[in-house]
């Protein structure tokens, strides 16, 4: 077997796909843990904080669950996900059948090219800087990605599938109505689905992110379009893997009709857990307050330590830069114990920036702050 062939000598898929961006980053890790305080991992996001007792609670109640879930969630899942997107963010319009769970949003976007068949003739847009799984997926389906912020930039294509993601990770830009208003209709005029990547919909600081399902954005028509959610940081539910879409009736149908098949399930406890989730915002307040204390502490610290601050208005990231190569950033940042992203795994344009991540106990950046600014 060699790198590019495996068993029989077929074409190993993983060669077709990136490197898996986090497996880089070894020798700068064991800098950053080398630090006699200890490391400050601000890396990959992964949330910290406990899971709120009342989703825990639901999970073990329901835990006696020797039958398969279905594929559609149950019934009150999907009625407390659409009720969460009015309460939370002004979505109207949801029936129950325009919301399917996902095995965490990652699994569906990794998938959604291959799902919706598309295949070598579709185009797939990505922002320009982009979570690495829009074009993951685009490369397992076998279509083209192109990487675009601006629609003039697209020229004549035609595209099957448009990604948006605002706010973005990794640099926390918010789109505006009018922008996300244009990229519908032109969509529309060309038949291409917008799949709207909602993670971080909850985390507004600097402005509020307005989901592409909202009434000021599609007219209450939600043909095409799709918005993608995720409990894994507004409820620190990431080790339950619990996402789901919502939208277009028709999409959500064809997916479901396809995951029905591929045994794409999200587990009854974990769907039980996302009704008690989706239905309590308290414990999602409490945990966007953490995130804006330390937002909040580590902003002043990284302006004071010379870095720039881009966008970052909205979301679990700061996108920051010394005006250098992202990787001495990382470096020196390594030196004193505090590890974070390149800005170039989610694409060129990200070369001389770092993505810093919320995610660190409230002791944990305090010592980065310390550092910083000591
Ligand atoms: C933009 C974006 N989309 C999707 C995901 C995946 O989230 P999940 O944990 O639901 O798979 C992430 C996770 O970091 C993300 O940053």
Redesign the pocket.
Known sequence: MSAERSHAGRPRRSATLPTFPWDTLADVTTRARSHPDGIVDLS??SPVDPVSPLIRSALAAASASPGYPTTAGTPALRAAAANALQRRFGITGLAEHAVLP?I??????AWLPTLLGFGPDDLIVVPEL??P?YEVGALLAGARVVRADALTQLGPQRPALIYL?SP??PTGRVLGVDHLRKVVAWARERDAIVAS?E??LGLGWDAAPISVLHPDVCDGDHTGLLA?H????TSSL?GY???FAAGDPELIAELLAVRKHAGMMVPGPVQAAMVAALDDDDHEHKQRNRYARRRAALLPALTEAGFTIDHSEAG?YLWATRGEPCRDTMAWLADRGILVAPGEFYGPGGSHHVRIALTATDERIAAAVHRLTA
Do not use: F, M, Q, W
């Open positions: 990959v996001g996902a965490g949003t990652k699994e569906l976007i982009a979570y799984t993601n973005s990770n990547d993670c971080y993608l995720s409990l894994s940081k990431a893997r619990a996402g679990l």
